[in-house]
């Protein structure tokens, strides 16, 4: 039976005569557009030749392959997406959210004969810097860096981090600039590109979020078509699944919201968000909804902040508590690197795993040059477990916050 949308009637999730003939044709010639970026144009630091492109390994499919070999790509499997303290296999995690934005984004990107395999690796690398406990657990990273430090915590900028810095994986400019720039909170009905050329000028943006934040993120743009595609797949792949994990626990039903589709929104927003981007994007140097798809993303995406993501079990019941862990964390964590304590967890599951991680390859993790930033380091790439049972072992606040002891374990290399 086919979906209809009551609020927005002519999104039919069809493409016109007109681009399906476009479409057909590109898939089957298998010839990318002019405006897709090459495996050539790949730019990295090191010019190492084992990251050379090879007939087998092309540019981007290294970096897909060297996210995906990671061990804080692996934990985004126990990390929150939207819901947190909550023993449901079927409700997402962030490792699956990463896979649906890369198969979204793949679907536009084939349409569109962009290069798949940049846009898999920035998908795939886009929240590898998240926190545990979802955007709330950022913005309690956030908080307790920045009354410390005068900086701001982000997500997407500790994911480059994670990937350029904390694991020195030699990604490529485009995969970098797609990560930083992905992020879903700023939607925008065209995205243009921007003419960043190089790492000095990255490197200067990077830094500008670190001391700005918020203003400094809402400027980027990205600088590739593939990462424009990846930032609006964003939010085409969680606009729909939030609301069914929403159903799922318990915190809506089938009838809470205004277009009546209940958890078939998201099969309905998958087909519709796609189609109208491909139609709207054919053949352009930029990625673009028509002005009806742009207010229904902009409505749906609204309301889940009124009826899920504001929510009492999201945003309230837990946060202050939770916040006061991650300050107390933050402070002893931040102390054992100050006194030398190398039987902390930050020592033993942090320093110790990444200097062997790094030493294959000529590099060593300096965190005695920024304390606080390995400190932000190490929270970030907790999983929930993982950051409850941490806390239980050294707080007794979390022993009240968090009963349930055998559910979490604390284990790591």
């Given at each position: 039976m086919e979906v209809t949308n009551k609020l927005a009637p002519h999104l039919t999730g069809q493409l016109s005569p007109q681009a399906q003939r476009a479409v057909a044709i590109r898939r089957t010639s298998g010839t990318l557009s002019p405006f897709a970026t090459p495996n050539a144009a790949a730019l990295r630091r090191d010019k190492t030749e084992r990251d050379q492109e090879s007939v087998l390994r092309p540019a981007f499919v290294r970096d897909a392959e060297k996210i995906m070999h990671m061990s804080a790509y692996n934990r985004l499997a126990g990390k929150t997406q939207v819901f947190s303290f909550r023993a449901d296999d079927d409700l997402a995690r962030r490792g699956l959210h990463v896979q649906l934005v890369a198969r979204v984004a793949r679907d536009i990107g084939a349409a569109l004969g962009l290069n798949l395999d940049l846009i898999e690796a920035i998908a795939l690398g886009h929240d590898i810097g998240h926190t545990p406990f979802g955007h709330a657990g950022e913005r309690f990273l956030n908080n307790v860096y920045h009354a410390r430090t005068g900086r701001f915590f982000a997500h997407n900028v500790q994911s480059v981090r994670v990937l350029d810095v904390t694991y020195g994986r030699n990604l490529a400019l485009q995969t970098l600039d797609g990560v930083i720039c992905h992020n879903g909170e700023f939607e925008q009905q065209v995205f243009e590109t921007s003419s960043l050329a190089g790492f000095d000028e990255f490197d200067r943006g990077v830094e500008e979020c670190w001391e700005k934040g918020g203003p400094a993120i809402a400027r980027l743009r990205p600088m590739t078509l593939e990462g424009c595609v990846v930032r609006v797949s964003d939010i085409i792949a969680y606009v729909g699944k939030d609301r069914q994990d929403a159903i799922r626990a318990g915190l809506c039903t089938e009838k809470s919201f205004d277009d009546g589709l209940g958890g078939a929104y998201?099969?309905?927003?998958?087909?519709?968000?796609?189609?109208?981007?491909?139609?709207?994007?054919?053949?352009?140097?930029?990625?673009?909804?028509?002005?009806?798809?742009?207010?229904?993303?902009?409505?749906?995406?609204?309301?889940?902040?009124?009826?899920?993501?504001?929510?009492?079990?999201?945003?309230?019941?837990?946060?202050?508590?939770?916040?006061?862990?991650?300050?107390?964390?933050?402070?002893?964590?931040?102390?054992?690197?100050?006194?030398?304590?190398?039987?902390?967890?930050?020592?033993?599951?942090?320093?110790?795993?990444?200097?062997?991680?790094?030493?294959?390859?000529?590099?060593?993790?300096?965190?005695e040059s920024g304390p606080d930033l390995a400190v932000v380091d190490f929270i970030s790439s907790m999983t929930d477990d993982y950051f409850m049972a941490t806390c239980s072992e050294l707080f007794p606040k979390a022993r009240e916050l968090f009963p349930r002891r055998g559910y979490f374990r604390c284990v790591r290399p």
């Open positions: 998201n099969a309905w927003a998958l087909g519709a968000f796609v189609a109208d981007v491909v139609e709207n994007s054919l053949d352009k140097p930029r990625i673009e909804m028509s002005e009806e798809g742009f207010a229904e993303m902009r409505r749906a995406k609204r309301e889940n902040y009124e009826k899920i993501y504001g929510a009492s079990e999201v945003n309230g019941d837990f946060s202050r508590g939770v916040s006061e862990l991650f300050s107390l964390l933050y402070d002893h964590e931040l102390e054992a690197l100050r006194s030398g304590d190398e039987t902390s967890a930050i020592f033993r599951h942090h320093i110790e795993p990444l200097g062997r991680h790094l030493a294959p390859y000529g590099r060593t993790y300096d965190w």
